[in-house]
């Protein structure tokens, strides 16, 4: 049954047959002599580092209070904004005007374009010109509103996360008690 093994020379993997075993041949990759050895694969041993007991059932009770404190947040943000119709609206309205804002880029550049080669054609270069530079400005205003709903969708999205925060925030408690001592 063939099996492999590395040259100690050249670090070659060598493919050879369990009959070989022992036997001296040169190695194909550098050349020199080497004794034919099926090696077992070799794991490195594991650390093993003793547990603190009452460290890690602290830490455990930590981390269970954090999971479900995180868990109770998830859920609340979920059911605030997936609920919430008003800020279906607001998103849609963002992203209706994003949708409007490129059709008009296009439509104004689409304009100015054939324009410009309309005049090129009938080779009025004073007026092709300038309706070629006005594409800039279309262009400018278009990726400058985009970046302003982009900004303004983000800003609206932190509001909303910070609400949901505040509401899933456990109400602090005044004791009767407390106001006493403090008068």
Known sequence: MPFRFQCPHCHNSIAADEGWIGMEANCPSCGRKIIIEKREKQTAPIKLIPVQEDRTNHQAIQA?????????????????LIDSKEDEFVLRSLNGFKLINNIVTWILCIILFVGALTAFMNRRYAVAIPLLIAILPVYYYWLLFNLFLSWLRGIYRNIMWLRVISQSMPVPKVSTETTKQEN
């Open 64 to 80: 269970e209070d954090h999971f479900e404190q995180k868990n109770a947040l998830i859920d609340a943000r979920n059911h605030s």
